[in-house]
Structure formats: C-alpha cells, structure tokens
C-alpha cells in the first residue's frame, strides 16, 4: 500500500494506491464522509462490473447510489444537469460528499458535479481505469465537452481523498491497458529516467499486468503528478509539462472524429510526434528520440491512422485549446526525463513532424 501527499495550492488530501483497497473502502473512506450522506456516482458499466467490491468493501458505512450511462458522448453540461437534478430529489445538501466511480469521464464529471452542486461539495476519487488512476482522478481537473472541444467546460477541485485499487485493472480490456501506458511512458519521458527504464526494460510483465510492477508504475505516475500539481496548480506553468503529447493528440482524436483513438492511444501518437518534432528543432538527438519511439511502439499495436492528412492535421494542433494569446505551446523532449516548453513553431515544421510520425509507424507495422 502506498500513501501519496498532494499538496496543492488549494487543498491538500492523500491518494492511495493499492491492491484490493475497495474492500476496505470504509477504512478510508469513513474518516473523510464522517457522518455526512455519501453518495457514490457511478459510471452504469463499471458499477455492473466492479459495484459489488465497493458495496462490500463500504460495509456499514450508509451511501447512496446513483448510477448513469456515460461515456465520451455523453460527457455534457446537459448529463451533469441530470446527475444534479437527482442529488437535489434526494435531498442531497451542501454536506453531501460524492465518490466519483468510473473512468477518467466519469471523474471529470463528478467532479465538475461536486465543483458545481451547492457551490460546492466534497468529492472522492475512485477511479477504475489506468488512465483515470495515473492521471485525470489526481490534480483537480474537471469538466465536460463543448461541441468545438474536449474538456472545454470545467473547473478546479481537488479530491478530498482518491482512492486507487489496482486489482481493479485486472478485468480491463487490453487495449485500455496499453492507452493508459501510454500516459505512463508520458511521465517517463517528462520527469522520471527510472520509470522510463523500467517500462523499457520489463514491457513484458507490465503488459502481464504483475500486480507489484502495475502497483508500482501507478504510484510512481500518481507521484510525479503530485509533484508537478504542487508545484502549478493551475498549469501557469510547470503544469504544462503534463500535456507532452497532447498538442498532437488532441489534433489527432478531433481529426479522426474522436471515433478511432483512445485518448491515451492519441497521447502515445503525440509524443511521436512531438519526438520528431523535437529532433527537427534540435531540442533532442537522434538516438534520445529514438529510444522514445520504440519505447511507445513497444506498448502497441497503437491503431493505424492510414487516411489522416498530415497537412489537414498540422492547422488543428496549430489550434490546440492550450493555444494562449495565439501562441501554441508544444512541450518537446530534450532527453528522457526533461522536456521544454516551445512556442514558436511554423506551420511547416508541424505538418512535417506529423507525417515523419504517420510514416514511422507506417513503416514499423
Ligand atoms: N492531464 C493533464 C493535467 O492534469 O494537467
């Protein structure tokens, strides 16, 4: 079991990582709920698949349920309306605390929910997903889509307690696995030569899901978040460093209609991307970048983007929502374990980088 300090500017609470935790959910739960009502929303499908061990693991600590289809779709003002519309027929006041459980949509809403509901009510993070666990459950991060974009409507709030049970991934499907892996080499690269190696040099077992190495890649990921959101609660500038790949990868999910990639898959594009971009400009060398790329591909098959234009993609990363005061910010390597903020990057530049990386993986498939 591992207890992780986040210390942000606004409100400091512990992320716990551990196998099985939600069986004794009460244990860590309780201390934070006191005798306030607890709701648990839940994410309808993950509440079907994993409900029971939360229920069990609450024992005789009372909550009520409310449960909702969600997913990417459905990540919208209008469904967090509904969920509000429900706790307020239960007669859910500004005492209410709400555990978020589901994946990384259903923690944004959630918390965006709790964020919003009275002005504000306590939430916990139980997030079930890789990519929820290692990243969207810990930092604040709230929100729903607008129709121009992901994640565009939000706010800040920070969990009272996120609560991380790793036996969960076992029953997730492989490709989740190898999307949130993905976020995990993103903090290799960014932060951590150590995490990187150990991806790099023991793919297999990470890929067999061996419970002390996944325990392991989790906490060190939650910890470096922790360090990085301690430091730049509302990415005025470190912060930042945690969108290495995304400048592409939010280009790429918008380019395929948010119907082909995963969001990590479309985040381990980016940081190729973002590699070659990187050497083009001179931030990197070859053999570093290198040694990224085959790190990513290794944690694939990543899915084909046969069909996506570079020269169509390069004007929407140009785009990117983290675009401030029309500069672009891309966050490029500089050697494994340090990466730059970079701005001013030409369209040419960006277009060649994006189909350098749609003819890499071409080519290595
Ligand atoms: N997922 C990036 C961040 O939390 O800042």
Redesign the pocket.
């Known amino acids: 079991m591992q207890r992780i300090p986040v210390r942000a500017a606004s409100a400091a609470y512990e992320v716990i990582v551990e196998a099985d935790c939600l069986e004794k959910a009460a244990e860590y739960l309780g201390p934070v709920v006191k005798n306030r009502r607890l709701f648990v929303v839940a994410d309808e499908r993950v509440w079907h698949a994993q409900g029971d061990r939360l229920r069990k693991g609450l024992a005789d600590l009372p909550f009520e349920l409310i449960t909702a289809e969600l997913g990417e779709q459905r990540k919208r003002l209008s469904t967090v309306e509904a969920m509000a519309e429900r706790l307020h027929q239960a007669g859910a006041d500004r005492s209410a605390v709400l555990a978020a459980f589901g994946g990384g949509v259903a923690g944004d809403m959630v918390g965006f929910l709790g964020a919003a509901y009275m002005r504000g009510v306590d939430v916990i993070q139980i997030p079930t997903t890789l990519l929820s666990q290692v990243?969207?459950a810990?930092?604040?991060?709230t929100g729903v889509n607008l129709a121009g974009g992901k994640n565009l409507f939000g706010a800040f709030l920070q969990p009272k307690l996120a609560l991380i049970d790793t036996h969960a991934l076992d029953t997730l499907p492989e490709r989740e696995i190898r999307a949130g892996l993905y976020?995990v080499i993103k903090y290799g690269v960014i932060w951590s030569p150590e995490l990187f190696d150990l991806l790099e040099n023991k793919r297999d077992a990470v890929l067999a899901r061996e419970a002390e190495l996944i325990e392991r890649i989790v906490a060190e990921s939650v910890r470096i978040?922790a360090e990085?959101?301690a430091e730049d609660e509302r990415?005025g500038g470190l912060?930042?460093i945690?969108?290495y790949g995304?400048t592409f990868g939010h280009a790429l999910e918008a380019e395929t209609r948010y119907e082909l990639l995963l969001h990590g898959e479309a985040v381990g594009w980016g940081m190729i991307a973002a590699g070659r971009l990187g050497e083009a400009l001179g931030t990197i060398s070859h053999e570093e970048r290198l040694r990224i790329e085959r790190v990513i591909l290794a944690y694939g098959p990543i899915p084909s983007l046969e069909g996506v234009d570079a020269a169509r993609t390069a004007p929407r990363v140009m785009g990117d929502k983290k675009t401030i005061g029309g500069k672009t910010n891309f966050i490029l390597p500089e050697r494994i374990g340090q990466v730059k903020v970079v701005s001013d990057v030409a369209m040419d530049a960006v277009e060649a980088a994006m189909q350098a990386a749609l003819d890499a993986v071409a080519a290595s498939s």
């Open positions: 990243d969207s810990v930092g604040g991060k976020e978040k990085v959101v990415e912060r930042r945690l969108n995304h």
